[in-house]
């Protein structure tokens, strides 16, 4: 028996020992494959939603000015500040308009007098003068019959009977100028109708200065909020130039912009949660009321408004918020890790699936997608392992040796 000395015996161990270590790095692994953390598939409850932010908006925005030039003398309100419908919030100087609105009413109060004046006065009088000029007709008639009966007798002379003959038709031309007078001053005559029209031009004149005189009083039109004061007492202003703008009472809106790779998962009446990003802490619940017909070319985006009916108190317009729009929820679905899934924008997304040592390539079927994890609908099975995309060593084919699972 050789017996080896001691020095020799240690070194030939260890070249024995770094000769397993070496088949160890490199033999194994290409007989057993790469050993890798993987991806397992499993069942679970998978929420889809879609996150954006945007801003706090009021419906509509109720904008003021002035319809008139005139100098401002008051203003009662200030931003912020709760108003009723049809409280004052600026007043002009109206010492003009005041002075055209009783000029105005001294027109028309003239104006009616002359038509109760032809009423009561000159109807009766032109009645009257109709039978008086009938009267003296009757008589020129008589008169007439006898001077041309006494000039046939030879009582009279031609030129008597000429004068009894101008004297008729003066009474006759008489008694037509009193029946027309009087046509003219009875009700539907031509002199009560302007007498009427008179009093209607004036009563129009009124409504005008009385106009006039409402536009020095700018009111709110609808109860809400002063959002915005643009004007100061002592300026002169101009119509048409924006005063104040007014948020009016009602249900809060939110205006979000969605990246247009989410249009198909929005739809109208899907329920939201909603926060402040001065309250981040706090929620509150919303809906989709809006989904724009088009999307803005530049951002890629497209505009949804969204209601929230109970609207916490410290909301205020203009501020930033958060929303979390919930498009889907499956109970009970086949969830993988989204770092496993390749080429998932289009339809024919696959995975690599450790199968006996093996990668094996699998295609799978896509369902509800959230932020993380992804719902399969066929194609894997729960606790099927997958090698993450970040793995570009492994291919299809390729041996592998399945580690640590990753959360």
């Known amino acids: 028996m050789i017996t080896l000395p001691k020095t020799r015996y240690i070194l030939v161990l260890l070249a024995v020992l770094a000769t397993l ?3 160890a790095t490199f033999a194994l692994p290409r007989l057993l494959g790469e050993k890798i953390g993987v991806l397992a598939a499993s ?3 998978l929420r889809q939603s879609v996150v954006a932010s945007g801003k706090v ?3 509509q925005r109720v904008e003021l000015a002035s319809q008139i030039t005139g100098r401002v003398m008051q203003i009662p309100v200030r931003e912020g500040q709760s108003v009723a419908a049809g409280e004052l919030l600026i007043q002009l100087d109206d010492a003009e308009w005041r002075a055209t609105l009783a000029q105005a009413q001294a027109s028309l109060t003239q104006s009616e007098l002359r038509l109760a004046q032809m009423q009561q006065l000159a109807q009766p009088l032109a009645t009257q003068a109709k039978r008086q000029a009938e009267a003296n007709l009757l008589q020129a008639q008589q008169r007439f019959a006898q001077t041309n009966e006494l000039v046939a007798k030879g009582f009279y002379s031609k030129t008597q009977l000429d004068d009894a003959q101008r004297n008729l038709e003066v009474a006759e031309s008489q008694r037509q100028t009193s029946e027309l007078q009087l046509r003219s001053n009875q009700s539907g ?4 109708r302007l007498a009427r029209v008179a009093v209607a031009q004036a009563r129009a004149s009124l409504d005008i200065a009385q106009s006039r005189l409402d536009y020095t009083r700018i009111r709110t039109p609808v109860a809400g909020i002063v959002l915005t004061r ?7 202003i101009q119509p048409g130039k924006l005063l104040m703008t007014l948020s009016p009472s009602g249900d809060t809106e939110l205006v979000v912009q969605i990246d247009e790779k989410n249009l198909a998962l929005l739809r109208l009446g899907q329920k939201a949660l909603a926060s402040a990003d001065a309250y981040p802490d706090r929620r509150f619940a919303a809906e989709i009321t809006f989904i724009s017909p088009a999307v803005d070319p530049l951002r890629g985006s497209v505009e ?5 009916t109970e609207a916490p108190e410290y909301l205020r317009q203009e ?3 958060s929303v979390d729009i919930e498009t889907a929820r499956r109970a009970d679905a086949l969830i993988v890790p989204n770092e496993a899934i390749r080429d998932a924008g289009n339809n024919q997304a696959w995975v690599l699936v450790v199968r006996e040592g093996t990668a094996q390539r699998q295609a799978v079927k896509l369902g509800v997608r959230s932020e993380g994890k992804t719902e399969i609908l066929e194609g894997l099975a729960p606790g099927d392992l997958l090698v993450p995309v970040k793995n570009l060593s492994i291919r299809e084919g390729s041996r592998v040796r399945a580690g640590a699972v990753q959360a």
């Open 21 to 23: 270590a070496l088949l």
């Open 43 to 45: 069942r679970g409850e």
């Open 57 to 59: 908006r009021s419906p």
């Open 189 to 192: 005559g031509s002199d009560e």
């Open 230 to 236: 643009n004007v100061e007492p002592g300026i002169t």
């Open 304 to 308: 949804i408004r969204l209601r929230v």
């Open 319 to 321: 501020m930033t918020i």
